[in-house]
């Protein structure tokens, strides 16, 4: 089940602040937050498991909210190295660990 | 450490042609996913392997596609009589356990003519 990302886009100068948001209707085991610029790989920033434990990026946070099965990723103080699209995947937890991915928020930051 | 490799970066192939796709994990790495992307689309997970062993291939087309991760040497993603529909950005990505962070290879770009 593909996970629900909102806002679809944005628009920031630098220095402004977003939060990008991941809900999911099924029980969430762990989040996962990539970047992903065009024509690159995505990159990653964040994971998030459940119970607490976060390991990731120095300048962006995130939560995880198990009781309403989402997460949201907190940019402070955005540069203009922000900008990408940003990606929550959700582990299938079927018989792996592969993850689902939301279709994406478009993060755009200008000068 | 190196990281995720892929290679070719770039692949054209006429429509009916085979597309063989290929994916060195970093070292240390046994777990190895595949995804695809369509332009201006999210990642779609396709395969999930281990050495030699298909854990999860739910994500994958029932034909012309197969994967492969063998005890020596890179996973391979084949797909067969490629058709338009085919062409898209595939990513591989590895991760030394379950539940923990997955790595992303450059992608392969597969253009189908």
């Known amino acids: 089940q593909q996970p629900v990302q909102s806002p679809q886009a944005v628009i920031l100068r630098e220095g402004e602040d977003a939060v990008i948001n991941c809900s999911s209707s099924?029980?969430?085991?762990?989040v996962h937050w990539y970047r992903q610029k065009h024509g690159e790989a995505p990159v990653f920033l964040m994971i998030?498991?459940?119970?607490?434990e976060l390991k990731g990026h120095e300048k962006i946070s995130a939560s995880f909210n198990e009781k309403k099965q989402q997460s949201s990723l907190y940019l402070t103080a955005s540069q203009l190295s922000y900008s990408g699209t940003y990606f929550c995947?959700?582990?299938?937890?079927?018989?792996?660990?592969?993850?689902?991915f939301g279709k994406g928020t478009s993060l755009l930051v200008t000068p | 450490n190196a990281g995720v490799m892929q290679n070719p970066r770039h692949l054209v192939r006429r429509r009916g042609q085979e597309a063989r796709l290929r994916c060195s994990p970093m070292?240390?790495?046994?777990?190895v996913y595949w995804y695809r992307q369509l332009p201006e689309e999210g990642l779609k997970f396709m395969v999930y392997?281990?050495?030699?062993?298909?854990?999860?291939e739910s994500g994958m087309p029932k034909e012309r596609f197969s994967a492969e991760f063998p005890k020596e040497g890179p996973s391979i993603l084949r797909i067969q009589q490629v058709v338009r529909g085919d062409s898209a950005a595939y990513f591989c990505?590895?991760?030394?356990?379950?539940?923990?962070?997955?790595?992303f290879g450059p992608g392969t770009r597969l253009t189908v003519l």
């Open positions: 990505a590895s991760s030394p356990s379950e539940v923990d962070t997955q790595y």
């Open positions: 099924k029980a969430l085991y762990s």
């Open positions: 998030l498991l459940k119970g607490g």
């Open positions: 995947g959700t582990e299938k937890r079927i018989s792996g660990y592969a993850l689902n």
């Open positions: 070292k240390g790495h046994s777990h």
């Open positions: 392997l281990q050495k030699e062993n298909i854990i999860d």
